[in-house]
């Protein structure tokens, strides 16, 4: 089904709900195994952090003090010159006052936020759209997987495992108005997206996870990728010494800290390598297995 609208392409308040259902109205779906609310779930230790949902503001708190995943491309120096050289680098359930008040606030803090944004308020959309493409399936709600010691390998070896907080700075961007442009889903894996999911299977104890790239107007392709024990031994090693050598030492590391290191040089590699061996298993039209929802991409 192609998109059928002729709602303005350009505006000051992007509506990041375009179409969204509510991760409210996924737990009702029969496919879709829901977690418990916060309140009913009782903590016992880091482990029972995979019951709370990641809508509560309870599953932030428990972040504190962790290097989650979204931030580990950072850490790992995807971002540093030397890797990047290698190759690696409407009426849905949200009311139309919330919907406005979002559209205001991102209009003034600028593309990148709309962006993150809408990526959040996507997901039950997306992960609607991967349970009917795979009849039969049934999909089960996680909250916070930590990283525990049993789920590594024992010939690892025993390896120093990080926990901290790292900030992300804002920019803020006045613009008085944005377009839609959208140039579709990803046709491969970017390598920069391969250490988070990668980390996801470690954690999640799984042999390989889906990978769902979708765009606003154009569909979805979704790509299955396998995991590779040998690359998550090596993001441990460079987080464990980047940890021990500069974090604990109050060091703040040098550009290319690692760049002379046999395992950098592995790791990067095999990101290179798993996303390059990510397999296609589905693509979807724009709107597909979506019931109607809110059209707009604007709500000025």
Known sequence: MRLQQQEPMFGRFPNVHFRAPTMEELRQQPTFEALPPAAAVALAGTASARYVRQDDALWGELHAGVLTTGLVRSALGLYE????????????????????????????????????????????????????????????????CRLQEALLPPAWGEEHLPLWALSKGRQAAHVKQFAVADRGPRMVVPPEWVPQLQLHMLCADTPSGLLISRSATKGARIFRMRRDDELLRCMLQVISRLWVEHVLAGRPPPPDAFANWHVHHDMLRRIGESARGAELVAVLEEGQHLPPGDPRFFLD
């Not at 205001?104 to 609607?128: F, K, N, P």
């Open 81 to 144: 010159k030397g890797a990047v050289k290698k190759g690696t680098g409407g009426g849905w359930g949200v009311s139309e006052e919330a919907k406005l008040r979002k559209a205001r606030t991102l209009g003034s803090l600028g593309l990148l936020s709309i962006c993150c944004s809408w990526g959040s308020a996507q997901e039950a959309a997306s992960l609607v759209q991967v349970a009917a493409a795979f009849p039969g399936s049934q999909l089960a709600e996680v909250g916070l």
